[in-house]
């Protein structure tokens, strides 16, 4: 079977599913009332529908409101809530930086983001500041929640877990801040597990949206689709390969993807990618050693497919620092050959299991 032809082009970004979190008020948007006024304020039952609905699809939230950040905290752990919003920014600060300032602590574009509040100067306050942010009116949420941008690609197994996820890595990063030794005792302190597996059935609906989403360290920036990851993981010429890292947090996931074609005498590398989720890991060569092993254990050479986008620098350095070499380019496209004389092995502040 014969790998599906590369296409070389960088993906544009969808409009499906940009929107990967949503910026509330609360006044008078997530509940009926102004707190301050009545402590016995009650949430709107349409927005709560839409918050848990979004959530289970994998949509972030947060929060932005003019408001005592006790009270209102307080408030939302009464109705329930509070587990849901992540990095909420209440105070009495420009809606705008609260904003900023929770797309910093999430990694996250601002043109990933749409803020929603009932009153016209806050909406215009946070687009004249933010233009990349969507502003959507607390009227006007039955109608937009629905539409293409707020409806995410790909809804898969992890789609649920990804706010679980994401407060996983708050709490990463908090103890990263307040830790004073090297980077590497903090990974060591981790108790990081990465798991290689064959793609499962299962697996393909994260393995396409894998190849979506991820830019920066995806070596040809080339998509494939659920039908066609399915036939190369049923293909006896290719390996698929999934990798999964968790840590004494929680997981992360599947983080990564391999695509080998077995040939004589050299396999080919058509595709490798990491989340860039797990980039500060540390774990970006763990994959890519192991295909390394596997190849010189069955005999043969190892080529790489490297496709240079623009964006997938952090991927050309890690196939130059687990040995590659190129040995012949076509414009943008290069073949990178490994040197499997000197493998790297993976970091020693990380587990590695390998299943099937």
């Given at each position: 079977m014969?790998?599906p032809?590369?296409?070389?082009?960088a993906?544009?970004?969808?409009?499906?599913?940009?929107?990967?979190?949503i910026?509330?008020?609360?006044?008078?948007?997530?509940?009926?009332g102004?707190l301050?006024?009545?402590?016995?304020?009650?949430?709107?039952?349409?927005v709560?529908?839409?918050?848990?609905?979004?959530?289970a699809?994998?949509?972030?939230?947060?929060?932005?409101?003019?408001?005592?950040?006790?009270?209102?905290?307080?408030?939302?752990?009464?109705?329930?809530l509070?587990?849901?919003?992540?990095c909420p920014?209440i105070?009495?600060?420009?809606k705008?930086?609260?904003?900023r300032?929770?797309?910093e602590?999430l990694?996250?574009?601002?043109?990933?983001?749409?803020?929603?509040?009932?009153?016209?100067?806050?909406?215009?306050?946070?687009g004249?500041a933010?233009?990349?942010?969507?502003?959507?009116?607390?009227?006007?949420?039955?109608?937009?929640?629905?539409?293409?941008e707020?409806?995410?690609?790909?809804?898969?197994d992890?789609?649920?877990?990804?706010?679980a996820?994401?407060?996983?890595?708050l709490?990463?990063?908090?103890?990263?801040?307040?830790?004073?030794?090297?980077d590497?005792?903090?990974?060591?302190?981790?108790?990081?597990?990465f798991?290689?597996?064959?793609?499962?059935?299962?697996?393909?609906?994260?393995?396409e949206?894998?190849?979506?989403?991820?830019?920066?360290?995806?070596?040809?920036?080339?998509?494939?689709?659920?039908?066609?990851?399915d036939?190369?993981?049923?293909?006896?010429?290719?390996?698929?390969?999934?990798?999964?890292?968790t840590?004494?947090?929680g997981?992360?996931?599947?983080?990564?993807?391999?695509?080998?074609?077995k040939?004589?005498?050299?396999?080919?590398?058509?595709?490798?990618?990491?989340?860039?989720?797990?980039?500060?890991?540390?774990?970006?060569?763990?994959?890519?050693?192991?295909?390394?092993e596997?190849?010189?254990?069955?005999?043969?050479?190892?080529?790489?497919?490297f496709?240079?986008?623009?964006r997938?620098?952090?991927?050309?350095?890690?196939?130059?620092?687990?040995?590659?070499?190129?040995v012949?380019?076509?414009?943008?496209?290069?073949?990178?050959?490994?040197?499997?004389s000197?493998?790297?092995?993976?970091?020693?502040?990380?587990?590695?299991?390998?299943?099937?």
């Amino acid at each position: 079977m014969t790998s599906p032809t590369l296409d070389t082009s960088a993906p544009a970004k969808p409009v499906q599913g940009r929107i990967k979190c949503i910026v509330w008020d609360l006044d008078h948007t997530l509940w009926d009332g102004i707190l301050l006024e009545d402590p016995d304020v009650a949430p709107r039952p349409a927005v709560i529908e839409h918050i848990r609905r979004l959530d289970a699809m994998g949509v972030l939230h947060s929060i932005a409101s003019r408001n005592d950040h006790e009270t209102a905290m307080a408030a939302l752990e009464r109705f329930g809530l509070a587990d849901m919003f992540l990095c909420p920014q209440i105070g009495w600060n420009p809606k705008s930086s609260s904003i900023r300032h929770i797309a910093e602590r999430l990694n996250l574009g601002l043109d990933a983001f749409a803020f929603i509040d009932d009153q016209d100067f806050e909406l215009a306050e946070v687009g004249h500041a933010l233009p990349e942010v969507t502003c959507v009116h607390a009227d006007d949420i039955d109608e937009t929640l629905v539409r293409p941008e707020f409806r995410p690609r790909f809804v898969t197994d992890e789609s649920a877990q990804r706010r679980a996820m994401y407060r996983s890595q708050l709490a990463r990063d908090e103890v990263r801040s307040d830790f004073t030794g090297t980077d590497e005792e903090f990974l060591a302190g981790l108790d990081m597990t990465f798991t290689i597996a064959p793609a499962q059935r299962e697996d393909l609906q994260r393995a396409e949206e894998l190849t979506v989403r991820t830019n920066q360290l995806n070596s040809t920036g080339r998509t494939y689709s659920y039908d066609e990851l399915d036939a190369l993981r049923g293909s006896p010429d290719h390996l698929l390969l999934v990798a999964s890292l968790t840590d004494r947090f929680g997981s992360y996931g599947k983080i990564g993807l391999a695509l080998v074609e077995k040939g004589s005498p050299d396999w080919h590398l058509n595709m490798l990618l990491m989340s860039c989720r797990v980039m500060s890991r540390g774990v970006g060569t763990v994959l890519l050693g192991h295909l390394m092993e596997r190849a010189r254990d069955a005999g043969a050479g190892l080529l790489a497919d490297f496709v240079e986008t623009g964006r997938n620098r952090m991927m050309q350095i890690t196939y130059a620092f687990s040995g590659f070499r190129e040995v012949a380019r076509d414009g943008s496209r290069v073949t990178l050959a490994a040197d499997l004389s000197a493998v790297q092995p993976a970091p020693s502040y990380v587990r590695l299991e390998v299943t099937g």
